[in-house]
């Protein structure tokens, strides 16, 4: 809603008020008046806001809940004065003078005209000044007289005397007829004041139908004394008339309102237990999240711990494991050795081997000068290397036992000989070695390694070196 719109629903709000106010539809103009007033006060329109605030209080007066309306006056009195509207707070301090006299509370009303005579030099407008001076001395008057004190009667009487006119409105003039009936009642000047009473009985067009009803009940009084009964019952009559019509008007606009006001704090009530039960739930729910989330986070712990110890246990592990790798390649390094060691004797005896061959050839010639015993020697030798050569087949398979244990578990087909050709490439030897090694021809190495290589189920283009290499 634009401010322009706000401006016209305001208004509208309060129209309807004083229009719902008129027909006597109570909470409905409560409600009007009460919208207005916050729409006024939205759009910083404060002085509008305590005129709307100053009709709720008089609607509240008028079904008969004055101390509502005192209590009302007193917010909008405040509001006047933080915002520095001083005619505004003039007219409510005014309204509360009105409000305790008619409950007859003097100290409460001297205070409110005090208040207003603090104020007295801010009011300027010449119309506003008539009408400020006017008032005070009216109520000064009123109050003089209700608490019995004749010379400040005698005054206020001559200064209200002073500022009375012609141009007075019905409303004015009753007013003005109900503090001098009070200052000749004082001064028991009764005719005077059956003269004052027959006029305020007589105002027509005017809402003060509590002073005139007063009026009525003090002069059939009067008339009572002095015989005249026909007036009196005339007099009682009208106001029994117009009582009954206001009581019903109130006791029905009564009811309504403490009825509207039990079913209001009724639905508070229950929008109290449903908060206090939302309340409830959030805390509940807050309750089993934070159970959620200490559990989580215990879960969390108890995993960190066991994720910890088996990441310390798998480290010993490890610790352990490479511990043993370094024993074992020691173990191999140490072997390897071993076999190099064997295998430079082997490359010996091989030679030795030679050597005898050739001996035994030169003595079948039996002019090379060698002996038989020479030769007896050299086989001695030789059966050493035999020896020597078994060690370092046992070396070798030592050595590979890994290898030669995938080797086997991947292909079983293979035979003991193709094993030990195997584990000989494995260790690095050329084809030469291997025969050597073998004590077989080299040709009879390359149809073994054919043979493997199709066990194996590797093409002729494959390299079974490079494959033996990968187990």
Do not use: W
């Amino acid at each position: 809603m634009t401010s322009g719109d706000s401006i016209f629903a305001a208004d509208a709000f309060f129209f309807g008020g004083q229009a719902l106010s008129d027909v006597n539809d109570f909470l409905q103009a409560i409600q009007n008046y009460e919208r207005a007033e916050q729409l006024y006060d939205l759009l910083g329109d404060q002085q509008y806001a305590i005129l709307v605030g100053a009709e709720l209080t008089s609607l509240y007066k008028k079904n008969g809940f004055v101390d509502k309306s005192i209590q009302e006056r007193e917010r909008l009195i405040q509001k006047a004065r933080a915002n520095e509207d001083n005619l505004s707070y003039l007219q409510l301090l005014g309204q509360n003078v009105i409000a305790y006299y008619s409950k007859r509370n003097f100290e409460k009303m001297n205070g409110y005209l005090n208040a207003m005579d603090a104020l007295e030099d801010s009011v300027t407008d010449p119309y506003s000044k008539f009408y400020y001076d006017r008032f005070k001395a009216n109520y000064r008057l009123l109050l003089a007289c209700g608490m019995g004190e004749l010379s400040q009667a005698k005054i206020m009487y001559a200064r209200l005397d002073s500022l009375e006119t012609a141009r007075s409105t019905p409303y004015l003039k009753i007013d003005i007829l109900t503090a001098k009936a009070a200052y000749y009642e004082i001064f028991e000047n009764q005719l005077a004041m059956i003269t004052s009473l027959e006029e305020i009985a007589a105002i027509e067009g005017t809402n003060q139908f509590e002073a005139q009803i007063q009026a009525r009940d003090k002069l059939a009084t009067l008339y009572a004394e002095q015989g005249r009964i026909s007036k009196v019952a005339e007099l009682l009559e009208r106001n029994t008339h117009i009582k009954d019509s206001i009581y019903e008007i109130q006791k029905n606009n009564t009811f309504l309102y403490y009825q509207a006001a039990f079913e209001n704090e009724k639905r508070l009530n229950e929008l109290s237990e449903q908060d206090a039960r939302i309340e409830l739930l959030e805390s509940e729910k807050k309750l089993v999240e934070n159970k959620r989330n200490s559990l989580i986070a215990l879960l969390s712990l108890a995993f960190l711990a066991i994720g910890l110890i088996i990441y310390f246990r798998n480290r010993q592990k490890i610790k352990e494991q490479a511990y043993q790798n370094i024993l074992l390649n020691n173990k191999i390094a140490n072997k390897t050795e071993e076999i190099n060691v064997l295998l430079n004797e082997t490359i010996q005896y091989i030679k030795s081997k030679e050597r005898i061959a050739e001996n035994l050839q030169k003595l079948s010639n039996e002019n090379e000068g060698i002996t038989l015993k020479s030769i007896i020697a050299d086989l001695k030798a030789s059966k050493a290397d035999n020896t020597k050569l078994m060690l370092i087949k046992q070396n070798i398979e030592q050595v590979n036992f890994e290898f030669i244990k995938k080797l086997k578990t991947a292909h079983p087909e293979l035979t003991k000989t193709d094993v030990e050709i195997c584990s000989l490439i494995r260790i690095g030897l050329n084809r030469k070695e291997v025969a050597n090694l073998r004590n077989t021809s080299l040709e009879a190495v390359k149809s073994s390694r054919f043979r493997i290589k199709k066990k194996l189920g590797l093409t002729p283009e494959a390299s079974l070196d490079e494959y033996i290499n990968t187990l």
